[in-house]
């Protein structure tokens, strides 16, 4: 369909993702102030949000950034939370089977839930779409508002006294995103077990805490899953 640069699948992407950054925004700036938080500099938390761009992952390195916990915890606790995109390659993959592997990769690096959510969606109701442009449109404008809210953040949080402890909102960023996602049993159980575990882990040594707590939640919620079906 079209092939122009801003056509019509491609703005689709766009216009369908323009109401879910009412939630993505406030999200880079909690990002971006916790960055702060944790010690970094603008261009290092940028590099971060371009680098790694996966919010719940990129909060919970810097909270542990800013506890000083080893980076093997910070990575491997990163790449736990982000397993479910393993999940959101496989099933998006087929639809991109065609397109060249420059392609594939570029568009592999702009994988988020809310792109990956609507674009499989979209490809169900029509089939006649151009798969890499409506994904591009809605990937491409979810990377470019968190980068900017990032850099707000940054800004912002560098003017904010530590007195008035923003900190706070990186919890409620996290408790925000666990809510609506308990949708189903599996993932109900893999909530409250990670969550209970990570509070009863929290005094481990290395910051371990957090890392044990999402091994456990994703235990118990593939165990749920296989039992339910």
Known sequence: ??????????????RDV???MLGVAPFALV???AAVDAGLGLAEAVGMSVIVFAGASQLAALELLGENAPLAVVVGTAAVINL????????IAPHFADYGRRLRAGLAYLLTDQAYALSVAEFDENPDRSRWR??????????????IGT??????????PDAWGLTFAVPLVFLALLVPA???????VAGVAGGAVAV????????????????????????TEVRVS
């Open 1 to 14: 369909m079209g092939g122009g640069v801003f056509d019509e699948d491609l703005l689709a992407g766009v």
């Open 18 to 20: 323009s109401p879910l």
């Open 31 to 33: 990002a971006g102030i």
């Open 84 to 91: 479910r995109m393993l999940m959101y390659s496989a099933s």
């Open 134 to 147: 409506y994904y591009l449109g809605a990937a491409a404008s979810l990377w470019i508002v968190w980068q």
């Open 151 to 160: 850099v707000v953040g940054v800004v912002l949080g560098a003017g904010v």
């Open 182 to 188: 308990m949708k189903d049993r599996p993932t109900t």
């Open 200 to 223: 009863v882990a929290a005094g481990l040594p290395l910051n371990l805490g957090l890392l044990v707590g999402a091994l456990c939640g994703v235990a118990a919620g593939l165990v």
